[in-house]
């Protein structure tokens, strides 16, 4: 008895490979050159972080961790400006070091944008797939959430770390849609992580947003299980509020070495 192989078409890495493929060949211009994104955002605020960002070790770049999370004053963004250390756990996400260090300068802030774009359009294939789309379906979800003109466009007004948190709001939705079919404390805990790791990328609004969409998400659940089961779901309903409390528990713990310094400006 042999196995079945299965098709290339029906394999969810195909169609990954191939939107990563599609992302980076439809915004090529912005990657292979030596050219900066002429936008307010990028020539007042990003370029100065990414140019020291490049000519920073990997262990200067450990070593200052724990500066970042003092106040300061950033002379350079803005003609001058203090986050309290409100920005401090941006400095952990490493993956954002590497591209701006390892990529060359400045399409590097190019790339740390479309690899984004290639994250974020990942996670809505996957989110696509978990919901019950088809591949053809989720795959061209993938590439309207990154590709379509009212997130793709941020490119052009220089919004880097809003890009950024926008496209991590599929991976919540993913795990926040695996938590509420399998009711395991696992998948609450991924959705407050990923709630968290978008906040780190310190665009405030968009974390708040998404914390809203959340709230919604998780209510609607709640709504429909009840219509569904009525006075069955009393239990049920006990467990699923507790899970989404130890969420909320998880989210603001987490983003607290970053939100407690924030708190001041109110």
Not at 41 to 58: H, M, P, R, Y
Not at 208 to 235: P, T
Request: contains cysteine.
């Amino acid at each position: 008895m042999s196995d079945k192989k299965t098709g290339i078409l029906e394999r969810d890495s195909f169609y990954v490979v191939l939107m990563t493929i599609i992302i980076i060949g439809f915004f090529r211009r912005i990657l292979f050159t030596d050219q900066i994104i002429r936008a307010s955002d990028v020539i007042t605020q990003f370029f100065w972080g990414a140019k020291a960002v490049k000519e920073q070790s990997l262990l200067q770049f450990v070593q200052g961790i724990p500066t970042i999370f003092q106040v300061s004053w950033d002379t350079l963004s803005d003609g001058g400006r203090t986050l309290e250390g409100g920005w401090n756990a941006i400095g952990l996400l490493f993956h954002r070091y590497f591209i701006q260090h390892f990529f060359p300068f400045p399409s590097s802030i190019a790339w740390l944008v479309v690899l984004a774009m290639c994250w974020g359009a990942i996670g809505t294939f996957f989110y696509c797939r978990q919901i019950g789309v088809d591949r053809l379906g989720a795959f061209t979800a993938g590439l309207l959430y990154v590709i379509c003109t009212e997130n793709a466009s941020l490119i052009n007004a220089g919004h880097i770390q809003k890009f950024e948190a926008i496209c991590w709001f599929p991976w919540i939705f993913l795990y926040m849609e695996k938590s509420l079919k399998s009711g395991r404390l696992y998948y609450y805990a991924l959705t407050a992580l990923m709630l968290a790791i978008q906040f780190f990328h310190m665009h405030w609004q968009i974390s708040f947003y998404s914390c809203l969409a959340v709230g919604a998400y998780w209510l609607w659940y709640a709504a429909g299980r009840f219509r569904e089961q009525r006075g069955e779901y009393g239990r049920q309903f006990t467990k699923d509020f507790l899970l989404a409390a130890v969420l909320a528990a998880l989210f603001f713990s987490t983003i607290a070495m970053s939100f407690a310094p924030l708190y001041s400006w109110s």
